[in-house]
């Protein structure tokens, strides 16, 4: 038989300090959520920029060399013109004509292709650091206000912790040790108050010994599965 009356106030003031911390570490992984979606996003539009920046290069590359054939088609032009040219060489000069001609048209078909692919990008990189920046500002003060919540929680903490001091000097310090080792090794609730025979910590159905030392008095029999304290509150017989 274990006297665990006046535990009973005891463990309600821990259960509370167990729910405040339980509120600030939710509070910080709110904040930390938020924080990783909006790196994540801006991750992701990093990597479009340097895809657009990529697209820009190629496709000023690719304005050179058009520049290039162009020259160089208008040099074959040119000779084409020449007196005397024979039938031979200007059909050559027709034939690199040609080719150029071919080659800047393919280019050009490209260049086409990227300028459309560097205006789909820019649009939704500018969107996306816009939509981004108005994040962080919200996470800025979504941060403050936690803050403040933290500070109020921490406060009420502060006053509960106060008041256990005052009820634990008066438990009786071999109850208190056994209570504060029961808590550290279960975390949360170790003083249950019961109406069914079977542990609310474990589960475990009660043998017949547990049941009727449990029920034959008022205070509270340790659970001989798990060990937490089992108060009867149901019905006697
Ligand atoms: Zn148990």
Known sequence: MIPCKPLVPLQDLDLKIDAAKAQIEER????????????????LIEKKLALLKKIQLRRRKAETEV????????????KMQTAGLSPAS????????????ARINEEEGKIL????????????????????????????????????????????????????????????????EKYEELRH?????V???IENPSCPACGMGF?????????????????SNCGVLLHWSGQRV
């Open 28 to 43: 910080k992984q709110k904040i930390q959520r938020m924080q990783n979606e909006i790196e994540a996003d801006g991750q």
């Open 67 to 78: 520049e290039d054939l162009s020259q160089q088609a208008q040099l074959a032009e040119l």
């Open 90 to 101: 200007y059909k050559a000069l027709e034939k690199e004509l040609a080719a150029k001609r």
């Open 113 to 176: 292709e990227d300028m459309q692919k560097i205006e789909t990008l820019e649009a939704d990189t500018a969107k996306g650091q816009k939509v981004i920046a108005g994040r962080r500002e919200h996470l800025e003060t979504v941060k403050i206000r936690i803050a403040e919540e933290i500070t109020g929680i921490r406060k009420g903490m502060d006053l509960i912790q106060t008041e256990r001091s005052q009820v634990s000097l008066k438990i009786d310090s071999d109850l208190l």
């Open 185 to 189: 090794k279960k975390h949360g609730q």
């Open 191 to 193: 003083l249950f108050s």
């Open 207 to 223: 043998p017949g010994g547990l049941l009727s030392a449990v029920t034959s008095h008022d205070e509270a029999e340790p659970c």
